[in-house]
Nanobody, 124 residues
Framework: QVDLVESGGGLVQAGGSLRLSCAAS????????MGWFRQAPGNERDFVAG????????RHADSVRGRFTISRDNAKNTVYLQMNSLKPDDTGVYSC?????????????????WGQGTQVTVSS
């Protein structure tokens, strides 16, 4: 059983920053890809960023590239999402995800494990 616990969401003004954390437990994640999706009310879940645990290779959605950065801490089994220059369109529930393959994908159905989600609200 894989457990993913997110933290770090909140309310921030446009232009501000937040850092999300995802603490992972239950497995050895060396052959996993992990990432973040977000969902705004009435919208589908959108891929934000992903990281291959063993290689450190990352992938970011076009909408966040240059503003968001995904990273990991192997010793803490934690994935981070540093979000800078936040915009109101970044508002949504951010969920940490994991899949038992090293390749990062952008399809929500490809990820077997999901955290409970953390709310990010960016005010204008």
């Amino acid at each position: 059983q894989v457990d993913l616990v997110e933290s770090g969401g909140g309310l921030v003004q446009a232009g501000g920053s937040l850092r999300l954390s995802c603490a992972a437990s239950g497995r050895t994640f060396s052959h996993y890809a992990m990432g973040w999706f977000r969902q705004a009310p009435g919208n589908e879940r959108d891929f934000v960023a992903g990281i291959s645990w063993s290689t450190g290779r990352t992938r970011h959605a076009d909408s966040v590239r240059g503003r968001f950065t995904i990273s990991r801490d192997n010793a803490k089994n934690t994935v981070y999402l540093q979000m800078n220059s936040l915009k109101p369109d970044d508002t949504g529930v951010y969920s940490c995800v994991a899949r038992g393959f090293i390749m990062i994908t952008t399809t929500p159905g490809s990820y077997s494990y999901w955290g409970q989600g953390t709310q990010v609200t960016v005010s204008s």
